[in-house]
Structure formats: structure tokens, C-alpha cells
């Protein structure tokens, strides 16, 4: 069985950087995708990037891209999600999660979720 854990959350100011962390155990492989979302407060979860087994990353169709990069290490089992020029509507709960096949944009399609870690971004 699979299980996430998140890391390097906390308290940055506006324009700063984040790196966020996600450390798989269990099977996993190259037919995991893994994904970053975020919730904020009172909104609903949203996808914020994906990568496949191959190493083919996925974005959706908004600012974050050029801001948000998602990296895998295979070999740490480890997924990245490195976070730059950060504002204040950035602050999330930011989640990963992981399913097989590839990445898709709807969370209810990953079977896999971390506890979450919180990203607060000041003005």
C-alpha cells in the first residue's frame, strides 16, 4: 500500500520561495503518476501539477505554470514541488496525491493522499 508524506510547508512572504516535498512508500513505479493540489479556505481542491512515471509534468491552464515546477527523484521516491514569486492567494493547504496512469486534473481520480502540509504566504 501506498502512503505520502508531505513536507516543507510554512510561512513565507509575498515574492518568496517554497520547496515542497512528497515522500512515497510502499509500490510505487513507473505507472504512478504522482500530483500537487492545494485547497484554500472554503474553496475546493484544486489541481496544481502532475508528473507521470516517465517524467512527463502537466500543468493546469493558469498562472502557476511559469511559478510552480513539479520534479521527480526516482530514486528517493520523492516528488518535488518547488514554488517561486509566491502571493498571498497562494496560501493553501497544498496536498499530493497519486494514482495509475496519468495525470489528470480531477481529484477524485487519485487513489493516494497525503495528510496535506499549509503554505502561508504574507503581503
Known amino acids: 500500500q501506498v502512503q505520502l508524506v508531505e513536507s516543507g510547508g510554512g510561512l513565507v512572504q509575498a515574492g518568496g520561495s517554497l520547496r515542497l516535498s512528497c515522500a512515497a512508500s510502499g509500490r510505487t513505479g513507473s505507472r504512478y503518476t504522482m500530483a500537487w493540489f492545494r485547497q484554500p479556505p472554503g474553496k475546493e481542491r484544486e489541481f496544481m501539477a502532475g508528473?507521470?512515471?516517465?517524467?512527463?509534468?502537466?500543468y493546469p491552464k493558469d498562472s502557476v505554470k511559469g511559478r510552480f515546477t513539479i520534479s521527480r527523484d526516482g530514486a528517493k521516491n520523492t516528488v518535488y514541488l518547488q514554488m517561486n514569486s509566491l502571493k498571498p492567494e497562494d496560501t493553501a493547504v497544498y496536498y499530493c496525491?497519486?494514482?495509475?496512469?496519468?495525470?489528470?486534473?480531477?481529484?477524485?481520480?487519485?487513489?493516494?493522499w497525503g495528510q496535506g502540509t499549509q503554505v502561508t504566504v504574507s503581503s
Open positions: 496525491a497519486a494514482r495509475f496512469g496519468g495525470p489528470v486534473s480531477g481529484y477524485v481520480l487519485y487513489d493516494v
Open positions: 508528473i507521470s512515471g516517465s517524467g512527463v509534468a502537466s
